[in-house]
């Protein structure tokens, strides 16, 4: 017997499925009175669909939806395009290094206009935040439960922040460098 929810083997004598905890004479009188449901997203089918029509996951003959890969990494993409998750990543990119580039300008012409040091000081701020979110994105430190000063990929969000604003000239490229580790370790 199979589970009408899910498609999961359902031993004769059980009372719930084992894995989506469906109770079985519920699952009985919905599969007997012909109903079923997308396990995706929970919207009713009719018994000859193939696909819901509501999420567009793809329904085996028990009722499961069937994956090519973990429910976690799928993703619709079209072929020869980016990831959603990746371009993003990328764009960040690209604005921290438009703001390290920017405020290096700034940088060097307040020493010959002092008023720019200002703008300096924004970019700085502004740095510090956008480094924040782009660590929290990514997942910098996730996976540690202490962080190590010598060992920057167990560095949190909050440590990558408060370093750029404490050494910015500094912290800022080393955090493009290590970017993809940090990527990578999250």
């Not at 000859?48 to 429910?71: L, R």
């Not at 167990?154 to 493009?176: A, E, Q």
């Amino acid at each position: 017997m199979h589970c009408p929810e899910c498609g999961a083997e359902i031993k004769e004598e059980g009372k719930f499925c084992p894995s989506c905890g469906t109770r079985i004479k519920y699952a009985e009188e919905v599969a007997e009175a012909g109903k079923r449901f997308c396990p995706n997203c929970g919207a009713e089918l009719s018994r000859d669909d193939i696909f819901c029509g509501s999420c567009g996951a793809k329904i085996d003959e028990f009722g499961a939806v069937k994956h090519e890969m973990p429910m976690e990494t799928r993703r619709i993409q079209i072929e020869g395009t980016t990831p959603l998750k990746e371009t993003k990543i990328k764009e960040k990119n690209s604005l921290l290094v438009a703001l390290l580039v920017v405020g290096l300008i700034t940088l060097f012409l307040s020493f010959i206009v002092p008023a720019i040091g200002y703008i300096t000081l924004i970019i700085v701020i502004i740095s510090a935040v956008a480094v924040y979110n782009d660590a929290k994105a990514i997942g910098a430190g996730r996976g540690f439960s202490k962080e190590r000063l010598s060992e920057t990929v167990t560095w949190k969000p909050l440590t990558w922040g408060l370093s750029v604003i404490l050494l910015w000239i500094i912290v800022l490229p080393f955090y493009l460098v290590k970017r993809k580790v940090l990527l990578e370790s999250g």
